[in-house]
Nanobody, 115 residues
Framework: QVQLVESGGGLVQPGGSLRLSCVAS????????MGWYRQAPGNQRELVAR???????NYADSVKGRFTISRANAKNTADLQMNSLEPEDTAVYYC?????????WGKGTLVTVSS
């Protein structure tokens, strides 16, 4: 089993920055890619950023140039640095881990961008 715990959400003004962190525990050697997804009220959950074990990344078009995902395999962590935040970034952000045949989700952390 793999467990994920997110931290770092909160309230920030437009144009501000936040850093989200995800720590994995359990049978972490089974984890292939890790990612961050988000879900705003009334919307479906969507991919924000994803990083593979060898460091390859992909981003949603809406966050390219503003968000950066990083991963420390030795520490079993995946962070999301979010800059130039916009009200449209307001959502619950979920950490995700891909393991063979399955996916694991964290409980989510709320990010609110508002003045």
């Amino acid at each position: 089993q793999v467990q994920l715990v997110e931290s770092g959400g909160g309230l920030v003004q437009p144009g501000g920055s936040l850093r989200l962190s995800c720590v994995a525990s359990g049978i972490t050697f089974r984890i292939n890619a890790m990612g961050w997804y988000r879900q705003a009220p009334g919307n479906q959950r969507e991919l924000v950023a994803r990083i593979t074990r060898d460091g390859s990344t992909n981003y949603a078009d809406s966050v390219k140039g503003r968000f950066t995902i990083s991963r420390a395999n030795a520490k079993n962590t995946a962070d999301l640095q979010m800059n130039s935040l916009e009200p449209e970034d307001t959502a619950v952000y979920y950490c995700n881990a891909e393991i063979p045949g399955s996916q694991v989700w964290g409980k989510g952390t709320l990010v609110t961008v508002s003045s």
